[in-house]
């Protein structure tokens, strides 16, 4: 079956960690993207990919990076720089063209102490 | 900008309609989306505008009116696996990025 996985679901780290999470789709979708979601809150783009080797920031990418190196995945680093690390990371991928839908992961929820 | 606004919170009834409004800025955008989320859960789409007008998909309908910048999810027949989240996201950025509203969350009552 074709889908998006995130792994792990559940991830708790110490204060001044950097964390990878991890994001991989077998979709074949040129574009992958990364949200965060607080409680009471919508979803907030952190980093976007349209194509391989290149990703653009979104609207809160500060204390984030990413990488791109192959279709298939797209981790995001939450580094100690986050100042509020603590929330649900969605993955979401797209086939580009003419779909706009967004196909999502099932999250990871990150707690940080 | 594209700022999106749409109901905190809705109570209904199960068995029947209820009506979920989202309004935003008329410019930049490409299109409007539901998505549908359970507490914990991956949002799952609902349905997609781009045109004006109604688009029907067995319990639930979507209306867009491009001009006025109002769009909503009309969900029937209401079970109560239909208690959830209920996200509005408009599109933009030439239709890579979606833009999303904080979500309506809606409680199905006996």
């Known amino acids: 079956d074709g889908g998006i996985t995130q792994s792990p679901k559940y991830l708790f780290r110490k204060e001044g960690q950097n964390v990878t999470l991890s994001c991989e789709q077998n979709?074949?979708?040129?574009?992958m993207y990364w949200y965060r979601q607080d409680p009471g809150q919508g979803l907030r783009l952190i980093y976007y990919s349209q194509i391989v080797n290149d990703f653009q920031k979104g609207d809160i990418a500060e204390g984030y990076s990413v990488s791109r190196e192959k279709k298939e995945s797209f981790p995001l680093t939450v580094t100690s720089a986050q100042k509020n690390p603590t929330a649900f990371y969605l993955c979401a991928s797209r086939e580009t063209g003419s779909s706009y839908e967004q196909y999502f992961g099932p999250g990871t929820r990150l707690t940080v102490t | 900008g594209q700022n999106i606004d749409q109901p905190t919170e809705m109570t209904a009834t199960e068995g029947a309609i209820v009506q979920i409004n989202c309004t935003y800025q008329t410019s930049g955008f490409n299109g409007l989306f539901w998505y549908q989320q359970h507490a914990g859960e991956a949002p799952t789409f609902l349905s997609y505008n781009v045109l004006d007008g109604l688009e029907e998909k067995g319990r639930f309908s979507s209306f867009l009116s491009r001009s006025k910048g109002y769009s909503y999810l009309l969900l029937k027949e209401l079970q109560m696996k239909d208690s959830a989240s209920y996200l509005c996201a408009g599109g933009t950025g030439g239709g890579n990025k979606l833009t999303f509203g904080t979500g309506t969350q809606l409680k199905v009552e006996l």
């Open positions: 979709l074949n979708h040129d574009a």
